[in-house]
């Protein structure tokens, strides 16, 4: 069983930064994978990005690639996601996930095709002037 909390939401200027962290606890992280998403209004939620505690491989979407980078710092089990150059498409409230994936998942399926299993509470950014 793990626990999951972000922060770090709140008001951006279009280009401007922020960073959402996530700590994670209640077990070994070791082979589990940290996942990051978001839901705009009146979209579905998407997978932004991702990355796997087994091998350190990462994930991004195509509308975040180049302006967003997910991090970790172990001795914290915390994870990051620093956001630069916002757009206000860039709204939505974020969330942070982790995953328990097989072994099979693993080794041969990228973090973003998972199915979460523990979510955090959520954490709104709004991008706007």
């Known amino acids: 069983q793990l626990q999951v909390v972000e922060s770090g939401g709140g008001l951006v200027q279009p280009g401007g930064s922020l960073k959402l962290s996530c700590a994670v606890s209640?077990?070994?992280?070791?082979?589990?994978?940290i996942g990051w998403f978001r839901q705009a209004p009146g979209n579905e939620r998407e997978i932004i990005s991702c990355i796997s505690n087994y091998d350190g491989k990462t994930y991004y979407s195509d509308s975040v690639e180049g302006r967003f980078t997910i991090s970790r710092n172990d001795a914290k089990n915390t994870y990051y996601l620093q956001i630069v150059s916002a757009k206000p498409e860039d709204t939505a409230v974020y969330y942070c996930a982790a995953d328990y994936p097989s072994r099979y998942l693993i080794l041969f399926k990228q973090c973003n095709t998972y199915d979460y299993d523990y979510w955090g509470q959520g954490t709104q950014v709004t991008v706007s002037s």
């Open positions: 209640g077990s070994s992280l070791e082979y589990t994978a």
